[in-house]
């Protein structure tokens, strides 16, 4: 769990709520990539060992957790609710079961989507099961904002706006992330980055980028935020920067907009 003051974040796993006598503005509750499957343990793509139904103990465990805490005021999972070798006969299922445990907490319950989530259900089926927020136009775009407490803004990005995974096969961004991997990536398995070097890694299929419009949509959250004078938090299921996590995990591309560089208040 984390627990957030004015002046800094601090864990609160080991009931630690304050360093100086402070009690949090607000905690809340944080999980991701539970990939929960109806399988035999196997090991995932790269070869690392996976417990597929455990983990929705494991998921039990930390909602059981967040309840206890009694203070938290909500839970934010991070993706991948489901993982890529769940037979997809079973996709549909798998993921209403475990969103209906994300559901025994006792409080808000806010979902992003990874690239797991989308080996199993287009977005059009995904995202209403997520209860993730359209924008009032019907499209299926994953990014959302919301605000737990007037001084704070928390926003999710869609790191699949971009992306050939998700999509319907002849949608608009599902071609140009096609086109950017051909352009980056000369290998015919577009999820291997062999011969890539350095941030060029992250030119594989299983990643994706932020569309203008998403850029556009950012940046006049930023401002509202400015003016309203909050705090911003901006979390997405793929890194933001290639320095955080290894080289094929970061975002393919985060352009700015045709407006004011969004990408430079990140």
Known sequence: ????????????????????????????????????ADIPDGHSFLGVPRYYR??????????????????????????????????????????????????????????????????????????????????????????YDFSPTPGYRFVVLDGYDISAIGWPHDHPNRLEALKILSEKNP?????SPEGLKGVDRRFVKHNGAVGNEQMEWLDNVLKDATNMKQKVIIWCHVPLDPGATSKKNAFMELRPSNGPDSALRL
Not at 23 to 33: Q, R, T, Y
Not at 115 to 143: E, F, S
Not at 187 to 191: G, L, R, V, W
């Open 54 to 143: 455990h983990s929705i103990l494991v998921l039990q465990r930390a909602v059981k957790n967040w309840n206890d805490h009694k203070n938290l005021n909500f839970v934010i999972n991070f993706g991948d609710i489901v993982d890529g070798k769940c037979p997809k006969d079973q996709s549909l299922n798998a993921v209403k079961k475990v969103v209906s445990e994300f559901e025994n907490f006792h409080g808000p319950v806010y979902h992003m989507i990874g690239n797991h989530c989308l080996y199993n259900l287009p977005r059009d089926k995904l995202l209403p099961l997520l209860k993730i927020p359209n924008h009032g136009d019907g499209c299926t775009h994953a990014y």
């Open 187 to 191: 290998n015919s398995d577009k999820n």
């Open 1 to 36: 769990m984390i627990g957030v003051r004015s002046d800094v974040c601090m864990d609160l796993g080991n009931g630690l709520a304050n360093g100086q006598g402070k009690h949090p503005l607000f905690s809340f509750g944080v999980i991701s990539d539970v990939q929960y």
